[in-house]
């Protein structure tokens, strides 16, 4: 593995602390960029707490940690500053403003929530809705084309129980998407080492017919998920029958360029 671009801080409240031992734990296993993307603060209304992720005030020690980070091991490994967001429009003009003129290089798209965090669902809740399926792909959709994220992370969150046929005809539709954005698709290693829904077979298929490219993500929440192997190795033989194309390294989208 070259790079991980998807990595996690205890500021999220569900990851664990020592941002160097991420960072210590990244240079064992050989890699050559780490991109911190802890879950992004959102300006939600007020009274509204989010328990998964670090609050606006949490941003600017956040970034001021990573970018001494980069100082520290700049000989032996290329740090990154991003962060993992939601595509919440009725909150994203907010979010921008929030980010803009930061050391905040990129943005993981995670579409955790249909609707929004304050009164949506949980994308990862067993669902059969048809509808709930549209709405996340329309939503994750109008995500992709604000132009600000660098790659879809976990597409296949959404936990869909419903009509086979459905699925793959709305799911085909936003990975073509993705692909006309330019945005790989995340095979989430996370997601294999816990055992979860996702990384799915039906997933692949599709961004296998869809011509789709992939990209590994840790999705680490402890510096073991860096330094683990494992994971990978067996990321490596799920999608041998498939054909697809992983990338190492991908071009990360400045969002500083499009605040």
Not at 8 to 20: S, V
Not at 108 to 132: I, R
Not at 158 to 173: A, I, K, P, V
Not at 218 to 241: F, M, N, R, V, Y
Request: hydrophobic share 30%.
């Amino acid at each position: 593995m070259y790079a991980n671009y998807h990595t996690h801080t205890w500021r999220c409240h569900h990851a664990q602390p020592d941002e160097n031992g991420y960072v210590r734990a990244a240079i064992s296993r050989g890699l050559k960029i780490l991109g911190f993307s802890d879950h992004t603060p959102y300006p939600f209304s007020k009274g509204f707490h989010s328990g998964f992720r670090m609050e606006p005030e949490m941003l600017p020690d956040y970034c001021r940690t990573i970018e001494a980070l980069k100082g520290q091991y700049r000989d032996s490994i290329r740090i990154e500053i991003g962060l993992e967001a939601e595509y919440y429009p009725k909150y994203f003009k907010e979010l921008k403003a929030l980010l803009r003129d930061t050391p905040v290089t990129y943005l993981l798209l995670g579409q955790h929530y249909v609707g929004n965090e304050t009164d949506g669902v949980y994308s990862g809740t067993p669902t059969a809705d048809p509808e709930t399926l549209k709405a996340y792909c329309r939503q994750t959709r109008d995500g992709m084309q604000t132009g600000l994220f660098t790659y879809l992370a976990h597409p296949d969150l959404l936990y869909f129980t419903g009509n086979d046929q459905l699925y793959r005809q709305e799911m085909s539709g936003l990975f073509q998407d993705a692909k006309s954005c330019g945005m790989p698709l995340e095979v989430n290693l996370l997601g294999l080492s816990d055992r979860r829904h996702y990384p799915s077979k039906r997933f692949l298929e599709l961004a296998a017919e869809e011509n789709c490219p992939v990209i590994f993500g840790c999705d680490a929440h402890e510096p073991g998920a860096l330094s683990d192997t494992s994971p990978e190795d067996q990321a490596k033989k799920l999608i041998a029958p498939y054909g697809l194309t992983l990338l190492n390294e991908i071009p990360l989208r400045n969002i500083q360029n499009h605040l």
